[in-house]
Structure formats: structure tokens, C-alpha cells
């Protein structure tokens, strides 16, 4: 049994784990047979199969939404989102500091100018007042994203919205299982966008979705997903611009046989994480991600807790993290804030624009929340929240044991 006292490992110690956490992805003989289904059937594509737009219906179902599109990635899905709200060139979209690069590249792809805000320092999501702060004439969509699952405040959103007449789109690739209020994430907004990449919640190696509520919304974001036809209509007739967005039914099947499975491990996950959350709480200096009372469950694509160094006898974060890896428990990493990027920095950011090319000097963009969250902030995946009690304990067994021993690490350099 470890204790506190225990010499690190980095300092030669023996390590709080040895064992390995569960593997990401995971699946069985029903992903498998779903495959080997699409195979048989020589139908491999939406044109001819019901699998992947299957899987898009039965996802938006369980996430409370009337529709759900099968597509590419939670890239494009965030793209046909903005193309089917009409977001364009010469619109600003706002979109919080804290998140992966599609979410502003999305905004880019359709000609928009992404305006970058800060974030609500406990929830990392994006700060309501911030993006009211922000909003223009030229405004027309606002991208909240749910980092690491946790909701963005749907209520203060949905209210900013309706109030100055903007679209919401959620970028919900965090956050499959994320329920607020009783209500799945994506569901809230215009649109909700999930990615099923590898690395995600679900995953058929790429893959995403797009939900929404709105029959007119729907038939645009398909026809510009499906290259710009109309669904019914003559094969051959493009009334409008679109590409081709369209999941393939490989992917469909797989993500048929983790939606199976996916109720139960969110409830693992959650529980875990709630338990997690209240041992780190107990270590001085570590505080997790805030949940926000009103999220029923929170679908944690990682586990992320704030790190305070000054409680750690100064021991930067990434010496934290290389002790934390040393004692068995693997760490991934915070995205940067999106002003720190070099697209916008270096002002790369408009490839195509060129009359409405962005009149912002993104150097001159600070975000200081999100530049101290990406500084300050630990992320597990969340394959780690898929193992037993002990499993995810052992995280706070060994950051108890790093800050016992931190002055030495520190020392040690
Ligand atoms: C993964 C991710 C995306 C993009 O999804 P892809 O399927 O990889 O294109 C968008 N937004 C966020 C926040 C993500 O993490």
C-alpha cells in the first residue's frame, strides 16, 4: 500500500501504479459484427445504407434532439452548422480562447472572422458576459464548446442569443453524454457538433454528427453536407453550394456498437470523476474543474484540475505532470489558448478572404484566463475514469506524495 511518506518516484521511489489503465478505444463481437454487416451488405456508403444515418437518428434521440446528421468529422460538422445558419463572409462568430483549433478554423472554412473571447476561469467554458462584451454588428453565431465535458452556461447562452437575435452553436466533441437540466449538450443551441475521432468519447477512428431541432436548419446543413443537393430530389440537382461531408457506413456500424455501450460507461466515468474530483479537492494547491449544479452528468473527455505551484513549493506545472507520469498515472496536456497560435498571430488566419478579411490584429489579442488555464490546468483522458475506484484514486495518492516530496523534486530540477 503507498503512503504519503513513500520517496517519489522521480526521485528514485517506487511508483504508485504499475498497472496500466484501460485502453481507448474499446470494442467487442458488435462492432465487429456491425462491420462485417456493412460488408456483406455491399451497401458501404449513405446512398445506399440506413447504418450511419441510423446511428446519427438513434444519437440525437438520446442527446434529446429531433435530428442527427452522419458526418466526415466534428470539423465539418461545425462548418455545415455556420453554412446552414447562413454564417458567412464579412460575419463574426465568437468563439472562447479554451478548445481545439476547429473550432475557429470551422468559422475560417466558411469566409466568418472567429472572434476569439475569454473563458470562465472554473469551467474553462466560455464566459457569457465576455462574448456579449463582443458582440458587433457583423455578429451573427456564437460557438460555445463544453471543454472536457463540462457545460458552457446553456441557460446565460441561450438567453444572450435570443436577446441580440444570434445563432448558438454547440461544439460539443468534449461533451457526448453531457446533460443539462435534464437535456443533452447539443440540443440546447441551433446546433449541437460531436466529433468521433479517435480520441473521443465514442469514436469510429473520424466520424461526427451534427443535432438540431429545426426541420429548415436540418434540410440546409444535409444539402451542404450531401453537395448541395435536396433530400427526394433528382440525383443530378444542385440547387445550392455544398461539399461532401458524408460518414461512410463502416463508421456508422462501429458507432452503432458504441452508442450500445456508451450509457453505461458514461455513468462509470461520472462516477469516478465525481470521486476523483472530491480526494483532489482534499490536496492543497489542486482544485478540479468546476461542474455546474445545473449539468445532470457530465460526459468527461478528460478530467482536468487546476494546479496552484505556490502550494507545491513552486514546482512548475510540467515537472508536476513528469512526476505524475513517473508514478504511473499518464497526463495529457492543455490545448493552448487560441490567441497564443501562430495562424492568428502571425495573421495566416484569412488563406481565401480578401475585401472582408478580418480587420482584427489578432497579436494584439490577450485572453489571460485562458492563457492561465492552458498554463495551469492537468487533463486526463478518459480512459483512466474507466477503471475502478482505486484506479482513479491513485491520481491522488500521487500528487499527495508529489507535494510531500515537492521541495525535493523542485531541488532536484
Ligand atoms: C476533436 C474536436 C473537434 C474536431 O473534431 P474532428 O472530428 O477531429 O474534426 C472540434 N472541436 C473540439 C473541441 C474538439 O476537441
Not at 504511473?328 to 490545448?335: L, M, R, W
Request: hydrophobic residues 45%.
Amino acid at each position: 500500500m503507498s503512503h504519503v511518506g513513500d520517496a517519489p518516484a522521480v526521485l528514485g521511489g517506487a511508483p504508485v501504479r504499475r498497472g496500466q489503465y484501460p485502453a481507448w478505444p474499446a470494442w467487442d463481437r458488435d462492432d465487429r459484427d456491425g462491420l462485417l454487416a456493412v460488408l456483406d451488405s455491399g451497401e458501404w456508403w449513405q446512398g445506399g445504407g440506413d447504418v450511419a444515418a441510423g446511428f446519427a437518428a438513434e444519437f440525437a434521440a438520446y442527446h434529446g434532439a429531433h435530428h442527427g446528421l452522419a458526418m466526415t468529422n466534428g470539423t465539418h460538422t461545425i462548418e455545415a452548422a455556420l453554412a446552414a445558419c447562413d454564417v458567412g463572409d464579412g460575419d463574426e462568430v465568437i468563439v472562447p480562447g479554451i478548445t481545439f483549433f476547429a473550432s475557429a478554423s470551422a468559422a475560417l472554412a466558411v469566409n466568418a472572422t472567429p472572434v476569439l473571447v475569454d473563458i470562465d476561469p472554473e469551467t474553462l467554458c466560455i464566459d457569457v458576459a465576455a462574448a456579449e462584451a463582443a458582440v458587433t454588428a457583423r455578429t451573427r453565431a456564437v460557438l460555445a464548446v463544453h471543454v472536457a465535458g463540462a457545460a458552457a452556461d446553456l441557460d446565460a447562452l441561450t438567453d444572450l442569443c435570443d436577446r441580440r437575435g444570434l445563432r448558438l452553436v454547440e461544439d460539443c466533441a468534449h461533451a457526448h453524454g453531457t446533460f443539462w437540466r435534464g437535456r443533452g449538450v447539443g440540443s440546447w443551441g441551433d446546433f449541437g457538433s460531436f466529433s468521433m475521432q479517435q480520441s473521443k468519447l465514442m469514436t469510429a477512428g473520424e466520424g461526427g454528427v451534427l443535432i438540431c431541432n429545426d426541420e429548415r436548419l436540418r434540410d440546409r446543413a444535409w444539402s451542404y453536407a450531401d453537395c448541395g443537393r435536396v433530400a427526394g430530389e433528382w440525383f443530378y440537382h444542385h440547387p445550392h453550394y455544398g461539399s461532401n461531408l458524408r460518414m461512410t457506413e463502416w463508421q456508422g456500424a462501429v458507432l452503432r456498437a458504441q452508442l450500445g455501450r456508451f450509457p453505461e460507461q458514461n455513468r462509470v466515468r461520472n462516477e469516478n470523476a465525481v470521486a476523483l474530483g472530491s480526494a483532489l479537492e482534499e490536496i492543497p494547491g489542486l482544485r478540479p474543474q468546476r461542474r455546474d449544479p445545473r449539468m445532470d452528468s457530465q460526459g468527461s473527455y478528460c478530467f482536468v484540475f487546476h494546479y496552484d505551484p505556490e502550494e507545491f513549493a513552486g514546482l512548475p506545472l510540467r515537472s508536476f505532470e513528469a512526476a505524475l507520469a513517473a508514478e504511473g498515472i499518464p497526463v495529457s496536456v492543455s490545448y493552448p489558448s487560441l490567441s497564443d497560435l501562430s495562424i492568428f498571430r502571425d495573421g495566416n488566419f484569412a488563406p481565401r478572404m480578401r475585401a472582408n478579411a478580418p480587420t482584427i490584429d489578432y497579436s494584439s489579442v490577450h485572453l489571460p484566463r485562458a492563457e492561465h488555464a492552458a498554463a495551469s490546468t492537468v487533463w486526463l483522458e478518459h480512459r483512466m475514469l474507466l477503471g475502478d475506484r482505486e484506479d482513479v484514486l491513485d491520481v491522488a495518492r500521487a500528487a499527495s506524495r508529489i507535494r510531500h516530496h515537492a521541495a525535493a523534486i523542485a531541488s532536484a530540477g
